[in-house]
């Protein structure tokens, strides 16, 4: 059963994030000016919610508008010959700290939650 739902999710997922994204860059399909920051509160209110519910499929589907918004951050910046370079070395580090910490953050998290929210969710580990 588990598989299923882990499969569920990571096919859910992008259904939900690309929307979003959509949205915020205003159906253009770009990230530039006030969109970026938008990409990067998404990116935050995701992985406070793949947090609380216990799930990366979130953070897995939001991590390619992530890469791409902070290239385009740092292109503008005037490190275009980087840019790529530079955006996929800092997620990669924020994934890699994501899941070392992974359990510790849970751990914090789940307490600062209404007891009704902390009820659904699965117990820390």
């Not at 259904?15 to 970026?36: C, D, F, K, N, Y």
């Not at 990116?43 to 897995?60: G, K, S, Y």
């Not at 385009?72 to 994934?95: C, E, M, P, T, Y």
């Amino acid at each position: 059963m588990s598989d299923r739902a882990f499969w569920l999710h990571m096919l859910a997922a992008p259904l939900i994030v690309h929307p979003i994204v959509r949205l915020i860059s205003s159906g253009t399909g770009q990230i530039v000016g006030t969109a970026a920051p938008a990409v990067f509160i998404l990116f935050a209110v995701l992985a406070l919610v793949a947090l609380t519910i216990d799930r990366r499929a979130l953070l897995v589907s939001s991590l390619i508008y992530l890469i791409v918004t902070l290239a385009s951050v740092f292109k503008n910046s005037g490190h275009a010959d980087i840019s790529s370079g530079i955006a996929i070395l800092v997620v990669g580090g924020l994934v890699l700290l994501l899941s070392v910490a992974w359990k510790p953050l849970r751990r914090t998290l789940l307490p600062l939650l209404p007891q009704s929210l902390q009820n659904l969710v699965p117990l820390a580990a």
